[in-house]
């Protein structure tokens, strides 16, 4: 079975030779820093080659920004780049690039042309109704307007939801990804950052336009939120997504139950990322928790989000033999 029928089956509840061998989100700097020292070849820095070395399937994941390279970046994480309505106004010639020119179409072209052979699995990324503004505005102004500052949110929105169709229909002209992502990271450990009633006002009606786009063409939506989601996934089932990641443990996140209240929903991580540093046992017995919802399919496991520095170059080699064991596991029946 090649690579994209495998995931286009597991996504589809069909059965499968294998699950996919997949380090969905791309290792943290300081991980591969630390690799390097320990064997990793020093000229592998950028995610699809790793996974190559590593002997992964072949994904590769495009990642379209409004923004124009002009744009200012923020001092800090989460320190936003304007203040209002009117510095958004002020803002917009650095932002919205044309989408044509977004895209890397000599790139795309090549993975089309893979993907078509069903060598390869091609994923985009676009930026949430949710994630957006908060990177214009920083983490607590963006919070406040949606009290203080609803037009604002709104006027960003409407402009980031023609910014996202125009470079969902350039980039399917060229190469039409097997799944799309929405950026949103709008829960922590204790759950969503805004209430339902919020959801409904600011993100649900952007949702209502492009979901519908996103499905006409065969693509599977995703939304991509650290936290815990569980509150979540009612609102964004209730636009059209039914895929969620990356199930961070440490948040809470139970994929059992998760599975048990929603039996159609899709998944992508759900993987401990913290077992990664107590040995073989620890990290099998996170495979073994997995295991019965992993045979359900709809289930792409892989790290919770990207690997810790913490974790040595063998412990990772480690994981990846036993992912490729209970890819194998799941995929087969249930001993008697």
């Known amino acids: 079975m090649d690579v994209r029928t495998r995931f286009q089956r597991l996504m589809r509840f069909e059965p499968v030779d294998r699950l996919p061998l997949l380090e969905w989100a791309t290792w943290w700097d300081k991980t591969i820093e630390r690799w390097h020292g320990e064997g990793l070849p020093p000229e592998l820095v950028e995610g699809g080659a790793i996974r190559d070395y590593f002997g992964q399937d072949a994904y590769r994941q495009t990642w379209i920004p409004p923004r124009k390279p002009s744009c200012p970046a923020p001092a800090y994480h989460g320190a936003g780049i304007l203040a209002d309505l009117q510095g958004y106004e002020d803002m917009r010639p650095h932002l919205y690039p044309d989408a044509r020119e977004a895209i890397d179409t000599a790139t795309l072209e090549s993975w089309a042309e893979r993907q078509a052979r069903g060598e390869m699995v091609v994923w985009l990324t676009l930026e949430g109704f949710f994630w957006y503004p908060r990177t214009l505005l920083g983490i607590q102004r963006h919070l406040c307007a949606f009290y203080e500052q609803p037009e604002t949110l709104h006027a960003m929105n409407r402009d980031l939801l023609e910014f996202n169709l125009a470079v969902l229909e350039a980039l399917c002209a060229v190469c039409t990804p097997d799944f799309v992502t929405f950026a949103e990271d709008m829960a922590y450990r204790s ?146």
């Open 191 to 336: 759950g969503p950052m805004i209430s339902r009633a919020l959801f409904d006002e600011f993100q649900a009606p952007y949702y209502r336009r492009i979901v519908p786009q996103v499905l006409e063409r065969g693509i599977i939506p995703f939304v991509d939120s650290d936290g815990r989601v569980e509150q979540l996934i009612r609102w964004f089932l209730d636009v059209g997504i039914d895929g969620f990641l990356p199930l961070e443990r440490q948040a809470g996140c139970d994929v059992a139950a998760i599975r048990a209240g929603h039996p159609g929903v899709r998944f992508i991580g759900g993987y401990d990322k913290m077992c990664m540093t107590l040995g073989e046992a620890a990290m099998r017995a996170e495979f073994d928790r997995l295991l019965p919802v992993l045979r359900q399919g709809g289930f792409l496991v892989g790290v919770d989000h990207q690997t810790p520095p913490a974790v040595p170059l063998d412990a990772y080699r480690v994981y990846l033999r036993l992912l490729e064991e209970y890819a194998i596991k799941a995929a087969a029946p249930p001993a008697a």
